[in-house]
């Protein structure tokens, strides 16, 4: 079968498509002994994957492997008892495996892909808007609070933007120029700040002061500090990510003074610790799908060969919304 494997850790050049890749055998090794396979039509970029081309994201992936960590296509074989059957369209994770003619999923992290969306579409869904969601929920979201958004044009910053509502909550969006502005605004946002300007005192402007009750930081770096400023009293704050490279430091008496709340999120380690929680979460991801509140913007669209520039164009930042790769 055609894959792009990765066979060193030197960047995005090294995602190769390849034409004589063995089929996968056996289970997803997140789900020993429960084989599901997919004729995959779609793949999606996400920002894990392109630090695994160096070897820098905390889940190693050991050379050689097959690169990307999003689906959507068909289901080819589902284990007795998952709730998926042969030749129903389905979207879910992959990591590492995506791009690929077949891919090994565990069946505990796909979700049916509604007809009214596109594989394409479907395989920009499960880590961003599960990200999103949990995000929110983790943040304990309250109808009527004002959220925080950094990196909102990016893929888990657009699917905040479009499951806000599902929690009643107005978004102040964190963007870096027009183009960004008018994705963010098109997507629902409340309120634009930009990144490039004093976007702290215009949160604080616009939230008469008082600051917001949630962050959600897609983003880390030199912004952090600023972000746990934006936040009023008994705020929250969510990590979900360092996009912008830099892991933050910070003084703990920052949180002591102003009882603030900061959590960091992992879907999979929770799910470990408290079974349920993926389900939980998928349950409320594709109840979002049934009922078309879920339309992921499609930022770049590329074809299998193509996969190294995919994933240059995530480290230029230069998407709006998500990266995805045609397989079929």
Known sequence: ??????????????????????????AHPMSPGERMLIDVRAAAICFPDLLQTRGLYQHIAEVPYICGSEVAGVVLEAPPGSGFSAGERVLGLAR?????????VPPGYVLRLPDHLTFA???????????????????????????????????????????APAFGVRVIAVVSSDE??????????????????????????????????????????????????????GGRLVVVGFAEGEIPTLKINRLLLRNLTLTGISMDVMDEEFPGTVAMINAAVQRLLDDSTIRPPIGARLPLADAAEALRIMERRQALGKIVVDVA
């Open 1 to 26: 079968m055609r894959a792009v494997v990765v066979r060193e850790k030197t960047g995005p050049g090294a995602a190769v498509l390849e034409h004589d890749v063995p089929e996968p055998e056996g």
């Open 96 to 104: 590492p495996g995506a791009m690929a003619e077949r891919a090994l």
């Open 121 to 163: 579409e479907g395989a920009a869904v499960y880590i961003n808007y599960c990200t999103a969601w949990y995000a929110l929920y983790r943040a304990g979201a309250q109808p009527g609070e004002s959220v925080l958004l950094q990196g909102a044009a990016g893929g888990v910053g657009t699917a905040v933007l479009q499951i």
């Open 180 to 233: 960004k502005e008018t994705l963010a605004r098109s997507l629902g946002a409340a309120a634009v700040v930009r990144s490039t300007e004093s976007w702290l005192e215009q949160t604080r402007a616009i939230t008469d002061g008082k600051g917001v009750q949630v962050v959600i930081d897609t983003v880390g770096g030199e912004r952090f500090t600023d972000s746990l400023r934006a936040l009023r009293i």
